[in-house]
């Protein structure tokens, strides 16, 4: 039964929209994985699709799945870049990945028009704004 399954609890794992700048000086945003943990993780697989309404009309965008094979401890790994077009949408990552051979995954969405200047914060690790889910 349902009831009778207790899946491990994620923790010290979190996906942050960082805004930088590329080798031509323009403003990008790129999406991070961040292993908080003092421990490394692997076989990361990370999927990401967008959702929601765009004037009064459903939208949804592409399904992408990354592979990272490991995150060492205290680190973290480019998932992709993200444009902005997008920030109106919920924007989904689902994370899955292992440590001594249990399998985690944890869902984390930032929710339409939560990726904004005014949300930002420092991200750990990186030491670069951005918004940050945990």
């Not at 999406?31 to 949804?60: A, P």
């Not at 680190?75 to 077009?85: Q, V």
């Not at 750990?124 to 918004?131: A, E, H, Q, R, S």
Request: proline share 4%; charged share 30%.
């Amino acid at each position: 039964m349902k009831k009778d399954i207790s899946p491990p609890i994620v923790e010290d794992i979190a996906v942050a929209v960082v805004k930088e700048e590329n080798e031509f000086q323009e403003a990008e945003w790129n999406v991070y994985l961040l292993n908080l943990k003092n421990e490394t993780i692997e076989g990361v697989i990370v999927s990401s699709k967008g959702y929601g309404f765009y004037n009064n009309e459903e939208v949804k965008t592409s399904t992408l799945r990354h592979f990272i094979d490991s995150i060492s401890a205290k680190s973290f790994a480019k998932i992709e870049p993200i444009i902005e077009n997008l920030f109106g949408l919920n924007n989904e990552y689902w994370v899955s990945f292992f440590i001594n051979k249990k399998m985690y995954d944890k869902k984390y969405i930032f929710l339409p028009e939560t990726i904004k200047e005014e949300n930002f914060t420092l991200i750990p690790i990186i030491n670069k704004k951005g918004v940050l889910i945990k």
